[in-house]
């Protein structure tokens, strides 16, 4: 909360559980990331989020046409699907295929280093949401599971390509 924002709201309003809500952020990002392998942040350097969501993206279907990487990519163009996928290329983590049913039709799909790729980090971060969760009974977790699913408004497994966090 920035000092003389404006008058404080009262004690256990809703205004005020945003606060320690937005307050508490920045600390659960840093316990999410104290807890991932090192191997796993400077892969992260390398690949951006985007790029691990369209990977994600590919691994779930097996070749996938430019368009359908841009429907799947909420917000992302033709144009830009292209782009992700010639970006994808050039780090050697997918490869392009031609359709056999429509020469003209080109197919990504992942290349055996994305697959690792996404095998590791998908092990490390489960291995850092276990960590990071210690702390919390199973029944706790299950609460948090719940509370998370009914603020994102997806069941668990229904939660997109993948299993990394947004940030």
Same mark, same amino acid.
């Given at each position: 909360m920035i000092p003389d924002a404006g008058p404080h709201? @009262? @004690? %256990?309003? *809703?205004s005020e559980l945003i606060d320690q809500f937005l307050e508490l952020q920045p600390r659960m990002r840093?316990? #999410?990331? &104290?807890?991932?392998? !090192?191997?796993?942040?400077?892969?992260?350097d390398e690949v951006t989020f985007q790029q691990m969501h369209a990977l994600h993206v590919i691994a779930l279907r097996s070749g996938v046409t430019m368009g359908e990487l841009a429907g799947c990519l909420e917000a992302a163009s033709l144009?830009? /699907?292209t782009q992700m996928a010639d970006r994808l290329v050039k780090l %050697? #983590?997918?490869? &392009?295929?031609s359709d056999p049913g429509d020469r003209r039709l080109v197919r990504v799909a992942l290349s !055996?280093?994305?697959?690792? #790729? #996404?095998?590791? *980090?998908? /092990?490390a971060w489960r291995e850092g949401m276990g960590k990071a969760l210690e702390r919390l009974t199973d029944d706790e977790c299950a609460t948090l599971l719940r509370l998370l699913e009914r603020l994102t408004g997806a069941p668990a497994g229904e939660t997109g390509a993948g299993t990394a966090p947004d940030a």
């Open positions: 709201s @009262p @004690p %256990g309003s *809703r840093r316990r #999410l990331t &104290r807890v991932i392998p !090192p191997y796993v942040h400077s892969e992260m144009s830009s /699907a %050697g #983590l997918v490869e &392009r295929m !055996p280093r994305g697959r690792d #790729l #996404l095998l590791r *980090r998908e /092990a």
